[in-house]
């Protein structure tokens, strides 16, 4: 689920420099036309479109550079390494433009790095965050040189963490579940591209309802955002509202789920649940009342970012993770 001060990622033939209030007057905007000893077009396309972007997004230049590579067909890497002399593709201009209308670059590209994988995400399901790895930095932390059998994912949407969990650990099996049709289709999509599929299974469902058995590692992103908070605009107008909002507090699906956990758990497992910056006390609080032991983790920008729960009384603390 998105944080609420997010703002994710994460013409016809290029841009042209000058003011751009809109997506058409951009549309309209003059392809750059370097003299042979000049610069390349996609280069001054990509610096145009970086200054264009700086009012959308917190991260223009990479923004453009996904875009340009997308245009091309190629990844990112070898559109640095060797083409930022080519002409701009025609294609680049209505992508840009999407862009500038605030739709998500994942969306537009059809595709999203998260951990060791690349997923299909567009319309319907909620893009996957960098800071969503905390999760699975905190199994890590939690099994050490283990490993889980059984993973349970709850609010799987495309399988944005259990086939990374799956990636991470060979020989673990995993259950997915949302209540999201789109989500799950692109959630199957993902597991088949990734040759995963045989050790999966993705099942409609509202959270654990009518699951039994045990899991080692249940991993959990539920919405958690209040309803009346603001949120950017690409985020707002595009990502899924059920993926996002949890009540006026935006606690509404914690309080549905730490209930279901305890039986749920396996013994030395645990539970792992991404949290908004604010809701470590409250949510902390939910999880002890079930008999849990709770550790907080924080992501890369030092923000609370995940909460362990386990059955043992006392949790290791190991990189980032204090007690909750």
Not at 28 to 39: I, Y
Not at 63 to 89: F, V, W
Not at 261 to 283: D, R
Request: with cysteine; charged share 20%.
């Amino acid at each position: 689920m998105a944080e609420k001060d997010e703002k994710p990622l994460p013409f016809r033939g290029g841009v042209g420099v000058g003011k751009c209030g809109t997506p058409a007057l951009c549309e309209a905007s003059p392809t750059p036309n370097p003299s042979p000893e000049g610069e390349g077009r996609i280069r001054l396309a990509l610096a145009a479109a970086t200054t264009f972007l700086a009012s959308v997004s917190e991260t223009p230049r990479l923004d453009a550079e996904l875009l340009m590579a997308h245009a091309l067909g190629i990844a990112r890497e070898q559109l640095l390494l060797n083409r930022l002399d080519s002409a701009t593709p025609h294609s680049f201009g209505p992508l840009l433009a999407r862009r500038l209308a605030h739709e998500p670059i994942a969306y537009i590209t059809g595709a999203r790095a998260f951990w060791t994988i690349e997923l299909a995400v567009g319309p319907g399901v909620l893009v996957p965050r960098a800071d969503s790895e905390t999760l699975l930095d905190a199994a890590l932390a939690h099994f050490g040189k283990g490993a889980p059998r059984r993973i349970l994912d709850l609010g799987t949407g495309p399988g944005t963490l259990l086939l990374a969990a799956l990636d991470q650990w060979p020989g673990a099996t995993g259950l997915g579940i949302d209540a999201s049709p789109d989500a799950l289709a692109y959630a199957r999509r993902n597991a088949a591209t990734l040759g995963l599929a045989d050790r999966v299974e993705f099942q409609a469902g509202d959270w654990a309802t009518g699951l039994d058995g045990r899991f080692d590692l249940i991993l959990a992103n539920p919405p958690y955002i209040g309803t009346d908070e603001p949120l950017p605009a690409e985020v707002r107008a595009h990502e899924p509202g059920m993926a996002l909002f949890a009540g006026a507090d935006g606690l509404d699906d914690y309080r549905r789920i730490a209930p279901q956990l305890p039986a749920l758990l396996a013994p030395g497992g645990a539970a792992i649940l991404e949290i908004g910056s604010t809701q470590a006390p409250a949510v902390t609080a939910l999880l002890v009342a079930e008999g849990f032991a709770v550790a907080l983790r924080h992501d890369l920008g030092g923000n609370p970012r995940a909460l362990v729960a386990t059955h043992s009384a006392t949790i290791a603390v190991t990189g980032r993770e204090t007690n909750a």
